[in-house]
Structures are given as structure tokens and as C-alpha cells.
């Protein structure tokens, strides 16, 4: 479950690069028409402009402060993702069972585990794709972004710090950044809950496809990245704070032990011995 989570995760980024290799790079302007150049691309590049201008004419200060907003718009549906999250936490012990009960490593046997996992997560109301729904979402706003900078002259040109907002980072700092920020989120999610040695090799992939695949995109798109996971960690250690969870949830499984064997001790008392006279 979790491999095919991470698979489709990494999958949906590589796509993202291919896309952006094939976008339009003719300008966009006021007289450009159509839902998307004129509806999206263009009022993200004057939003930019705008926000660059009110945060003191920086360009990079603009995209930043975009991205936030974006972030804080996001926030319900990432309440929701982080739900989903503990609930699917709460329920491992359950999973754990269930493992070993259709342990055999046969094609038979793990299909009907899957059956009984997703059975599971069903019956508890827990969508197991939730973690995609946010990065279904991103990926539009990437796209525009993306298109907003490389079709604006006027952001096209624009610098910020030590890199030009159009061009690949020339000292791979923007990069190397956001595959960091990647996995300290990854690692965040994987604190919740107990991980097989699989998903903690799977935990490595996306920040390593983020590295790969940035370096050769605008920096504009690393900035982006880098700015949106940090607000994700400052986000996850506040509102889903992991640390503070397995802390509550393993004593709730503490208290849950402790109960179930009072039940067994008050089913099964032990005799008393009587002494001979």
C-alpha cells in the first residue's frame, strides 16, 4: 500500500517535469485569451507583481509570500489529509495483526491481504489516498507558476538573491534545499506510525526525485518547494505534531493492554491453595 502511495507520488512529479518541458513559451499578456493563459497564467503573474510590489519590489519576496498563501489557503484540506493520517496510525496495530496473520509471501495470499487492509481502512471510514489529494492539487499551481515566470518578461528577467528566477540554480543550493525540506516531511508522516523496512527506503525517493528533477527547472520552481515544505514542517509540528501523537498512542495501547489483562485475570482467577490441617 504504502510502496504504490509513494510510486504514484513520484510518478506525478516525474510527469510534472515532462509537462513542463512541453509548455508554451510564448508571452503572456492582458490581451492573451482563453481559461488558462488568461483566466490562470496571467492573474498569477500580475498577483505576483503585485504582491512583489506591496513587499518592497522584490521579485523573490513576491513568489514567496504567493506561496504562502497558497499554504494558508490549502490548510482545510491538509486538516483533512492529517486525519487521515491518524486515524491510519491508530489503526496499525490492527494492520499489524493482519500481517501476520497472511504472512505467506505467495501472490494469493498478499492480494487477499490488500482485500483485508482496504476492508479495514473502509470500514473505519479512511481514505488511503488522501496524501495524494494536496500534490493533485500543487501540481496546477506549479504548472502556472512555472508559466507565469517564464511567460512574463517582466518576471523572466527578474533576479532574487544569487539566482535569476527563470534559470536553474547555478550552485545547486535551491535544489539540494528542497530534496532536505522533502524529507523532513516524509519523516514527520513516517513518526506517526510504525514503518516497514520498505517504507522507510520509500521515504528516500521523493526528496531524492525533487533534487534530480529541479536542477535542470527554473529556480523559480525550487523556491517554491523549498519556501512550501518548510511551511508544511512548521504546519505538521503544530496542527499534527508526531512527537505529541505516538507519545498519546502508545499510551493509549499502554492502557488498552493493561485492561485486556485485568479481563483475562477476572475470567480465569487463580485458585486458592488450602493448606492440610
Known sequence: M???????LAAMVAGLTLFLTAC????????STGFWDKGIVYNFSQFIVWLS????????VGIIVFTIITRVLLLPLMHF?????????????????LREKYSSRDRETQMLLQEKVSELYKEEGINQYAALIPL??????????????????VLKTGTF??????????????????AFFTLVVSWLTTK???????????MFVMPTMILVISIPLPSILGLYWVVGN???????????NPFKFRKELDAKLLAEKQRQKALEKAKNPKKKHTKRK
Do not use: C
Not at 489529509?81 to 496510525?89: F, G, H, I, N
Open 53 to 60: 510590489e506591496v513587499f518592497g519590489g522584490s521579485y523573490g
Open 24 to 31: 508554451s513559451t510564448s508571452p503572456i499578456t492582458e490581451q
Open 136 to 153: 493533485f492539487i500543487q501540481l496546477p499551481i506549479m504548472i502556472a507558476l512555472y508559466q507565469a515566470i517564464s511567460r512574463t518578461e
Open 81 to 97: 489529509q492529517y486525519k487521515a493520517t491518524r486515524k491510519t496510525a491508530i489503526l496499525q496495530p490492527k494492520v499489524k495483526e
Open 192 to 202: 506517526m506510525q510504525d514503518q516497514g523496512m520498505a517504507s522507510k527506503i520509500m
Open 2 to 8: 504504502k510502496m504504490k502511495k509513494h510510486t504514484k
Open 161 to 178: 538573491l544569487w539566482f535569476q528566477l527563470d534559470q536553474p540554480d547555478p550552485y545547486f543550493i535551491l535544489p539540494v534545499l528542497a
Open 230 to 240: 518548510v511551511f508544511s514542517v512548521i504546519q505538521t509540528l503544530v496542527m499534527n
